[in-house]
């Protein structure tokens, strides 16, 4: 068959995009900037303040984070702060990722970057959310495995201090747990069933666990044995 050449145009383009495509899916990410993602930024959050790595606040954009949470003495005020505690260490593939630990300012965070975690910090669950209690109007546009509204499910806790609870999805095993970790301070994540445990279990675990990191490990100042209990 001969092609015309508005169809050999189309052939064309189409293999053009598809090496797009191809180069895009082989093209290696760029190593970590180690100096940024293992410096402090500071936050405020219902009129606490927070110091937390880079590295721990990876959904946060580099412009906010240059722009307005650089100065300890004016932390950048928000009203949700998503947290990621994994062993940092092990940010990318690339080797430079082990220079991440040494440079970290905290406690908690060297021996979690260097797999080091124990006691409170290994209770952790590796995702959670902060929120002014003000603010938890924000979860509308999060939606749960069940494909539930998580703010549904979070409005109708209690949310008292320090008292871990969970509200689940219909149809799933999965649930939202929340806990008030200080005074206008709630964090919210998500809890399971599996064969070690209810996911209330898990949620009064890593409630607890949530409350002392709050309290002890990202405040203005660390209390460096927190991890060890």
Request: with cysteine.
């Amino acid at each position: 068959m001969i092609l015309g050449e508005p169809t050999r145009a189309i052939h064309a383009f189409a293999l053009i995009l598809a090496s797009i495509a191809i180069a895009a899916c082989t093209e290696q990410p760029s190593p970590p900037d180690v100096p940024y993602v293992s410096s402090d930024a500071y936050f405020e959050i219902a009129g606490h303040p927070f110091v937390l790595p880079v590295v721990a606040i990876p959904n946060m954009s580099r412009d906010s984070i240059e722009g307005h949470a650089r100065n300890s003495d004016k932390p950048f005020r928000v009203d949700r702060l998503q947290l990621q505690i994994l062993r940092y260490g092990t940010y990318g593939e690339f080797l430079a990722s082990r220079e991440i630990c040494p440079r970290l300012t905290r406690r908690w965070s060297q021996d979690l970057c260097r797999g080091e975690q124990k006691g409170t910090l290994a209770r952790l669950p590796q995702n959670f959310d902060l929120f002014d209690r003000g603010r938890l109007d924000l979860l509308k546009q999060t939606f749960t495995v069940g494909r539930e509204s998580a703010y549904d499910q979070v409005r109708n806790l209690q949310l008292k201090l320090a008292m871990p609870e969970t509200e689940c999805d219909k149809t799933t095993k999965f649930c939202k747990a929340a806990v008030e970790a200080l005074p206008g301070v709630v964090a919210v994540w998500t809890v399971w069933s599996d064969d070690k445990q209810t996911a209330q279990q898990m949620a009064v675990t890593q409630g607890a666990a949530i409350v002392e990191f709050v309290t002890r490990a990202i405040g203005k100042t660390e209390d460096e044995t927190f991890a060890n209990f």
